[in-house]
């Protein structure tokens, strides 16, 4: 029922029992991760052993809980998780939008992007890409426009967070 709704984008935790009706709690997670889900897992079980806990966490838990679980003690791990979740999202939507520039890019404007990134000069890209350095200056000031970016520098730091190729 759960994978049925699961929405990738919905802000959460998943509190996860390890003993399930059907599969295993680790089996949901499994398939949480082949489906790209960074929700984070906070994985309680009233029968820990060490495989099983290696298992959890090899599978991105971000905790391992044994039963009973202190009521404060679950909020305090749920707002952590929460918390992980927030900034992970805010990672990925800030990703999705330098992804969505960089797609508005020509080819010679990505080749222009990736060199400017590294630090290169225009005579250098212009060498490089063998252009006048006039050409290299004109992508250069569509790259910047079209990544809405005041530098390279600026680049730099905005493509070096995009997410890995």
Do not use: W
């Not at 909020?75 to 918390?83: D, F, G, P, Q, S």
């Not at 999705?96 to 290169?120: N, S």
């Amino acid at each position: 029922e759960f994978l049925a709704s699961f929405d990738l984008a919905r802000p959460g935790c998943l509190i996860l029992d390890v003993r399930l009706r059907g599969e295993s709690g680790l089996e949901l997670q499994d398939e949480l991760r082949r489906r790209g889900s960074t929700l984070p897992v906070l994985v309680m079980t009233g029968y820990a052993d060490v495989p099983t806990s290696v298992r959890a966490f090899k599978g991105g838990a971000v905790e391992f809980l044994r039963k009973p679980v202190p009521p404060r003690e679950l909020v305090e791990r749920m707002r952590a998780a929460l918390e992980t979740n927030r900034q992970a999202n805010e990672v990925r939507a800030q990703r999705d939008v330098v992804a969505r520039l960089v797609a508005r890019l020509t080819p010679r404007e990505r080749q222009v992007m990736e060199l400017l990134a590294v630090g290169d000069s225009s005579k250098k890209i212009s060498t490089a890409l063998n252009v006048s350095v006039r050409t290299v200056e004109g992508h250069r000031r569509n790259v910047l426009r079209k990544m809405n970016v005041g530098s390279a520098t600026q680049l730099a730091r905005a493509i070096a967070n995009r997410s890995p190729a």
